[in-house]
């Protein structure tokens, strides 16, 4: 009976002692927190591991971090993860949604984004844009001819109308001359040229008595008119003098109409077929309405393919550029030891108590062990 005693006496004491042990070492891992000097002289393990080496665990963190967790080929894979893009794409959906039927107006979100006076602001920045353009444009063909500088096909579609022209032009003479007025105005044609041949004039008029040469000389104009070869005729002098216009320079087509007023000209143009003051007070929902499906559906999965697809071509240098090592090393140098020792605790609590309760599973078989070779001894 004693020698039973002696060896559960013998096992417990190892038991406690191989817990209280391995306790002591997970405590020694953190604490002291600070040195403790007693006679001027540091003790032995103080402070804490932990502690002590704060420094190169902030510095194996951030190289683990970008080595390990967080590296190129692992986001790589992540972003071009269907499902990954798939949600992205939802998500972007569901946002583009919610702000493309906002019943705001568009001036009222460009001051929420901090765009003052907008309609200025936009009108500014074109007029800008057009001053810019309109010089590189002209300082392109300056030195060339207007046959030079439009597209072949521009000016084959202007050359086009003249058969059109003329038969506008030759319709619009022949309404006019059957009207009562063009009558009048052959009428007083006809007195203009009468009275300025003196003699002659006033004989045809004696000779011609009551007769009306008006009467007489507008169905031969409208004959005229009427003429396949006054439409043809018509036609050759307008492509004659395109011809003529087309030789002209560049430079002189703006010399003769001013630099100045050319420039004004398109700006005004650009700015009054852009209505800015109308547009700005529209809500975004019904200046998108028409745009809406394509923008939701087509526009914004396009958007996040090329998106994903530069985010993974650059992944490298955006890594680079974060220096994840560094906030990562600088972050937990911020930590205190403290803070350390409870978020490693928080994950490694129960492996540490399984190392304390191993301890003591070892110092109680050790202390079996002792108890029966003291017992052999004796």
Not at 152 to 162: I, M, Q
Request: aromatic share 8%; net charge neutral; proline share 3%.
């Amino acid at each position: 009976m004693d020698s039973v005693f002696y060896i559960v006496f013998m096992m417990i004491v190892g038991a406690v002692i191989g817990g209280v042990t391995n306790e002591l070492a997970i405590q020694m891992l953190f604490r002291p927190y600070h040195p403790i000097y007693i006679a001027g002289k540091r003790l032995p393990f103080t402070p804490g591991l932990i502690p002590k080496r704060r420094e190169e665990l902030a510095e194996q963190m951030g190289r683990m971090v970008v080595e390990h967790l967080l590296t190129p080929e692992g986001i790589r894979r992540k972003l071009t993860e269907q499902t990954f893009i798939q949600g992205v794409v939802k998500w972007a959906q569901e946002a583009g949604e919610k702000w493309l039927s906002s019943h705001k107006t568009i001036g009222e979100l460009a001051a929420l984004i901090g765009v003052k006076h907008p309609e200025e602001t936009i009108q500014r920045r074109m007029t800008s844009l057009v001053e810019t353009k309109y010089e590189q444009w002209m300082k392109e063909i300056r030195s060339k001819t207007i046959h030079e500088s439009f597209p072949a096909e521009l000016l084959a579609k202007v050359e086009a109308t003249f058969p059109v022209l003329a038969n506008y032009i030759v319709d619009k003479a022949i309404d006019y001359f059957n009207s009562q007025e063009g009558k009048q105005r052959i009428d007083r044609m006809i007195d203009d040229f009468l009275s300025g041949r003196g003699m002659l004039g006033n004989m045809l008029q004696m000779l011609l008595g009551n007769v009306s040469l008006a009467d007489k000389i507008q169905p031969e104009i409208i004959k005229f008119l009427n003429n396949e070869g006054t439409k043809e005729l018509l036609s050759n002098l307008l492509a004659k003098e395109w011809d003529k216009l087309k030789a002209y320079k560049i430079a002189d087509v703006e010399a003769l109409i001013g630099k100045e007023r050319a420039m004004d000209f398109i700006k005004n143009f650009v700015v009054n077929r852009l209505e800015m003051g109308q547009l700005l007070n529209q809500p975004l929902s019904t200046v998108i309405a028409p745009y809406k499906k394509t923008m939701i559906h087509e526009l914004i999965p396009k958007a996040v393919d090329v998106l994903s697809g530069l985010v993974v071509e650059k992944v490298d240098t955006i890594i680079q550029r974060l220096q994840l090592e560094e906030i990562v090393r600088s972050q937990v140098k911020t930590f205190s030891v403290e803070r350390l020792e409870e978020m490693i605790l928080s994950i490694s609590k129960r492996e540490f108590k399984m190392i304390t309760y191993l301890g003591a599973l070892l110092g109680g078989i050790i202390g079996i062990i002792q108890g029966i070779v003291g017992l052999i001894i004796s």
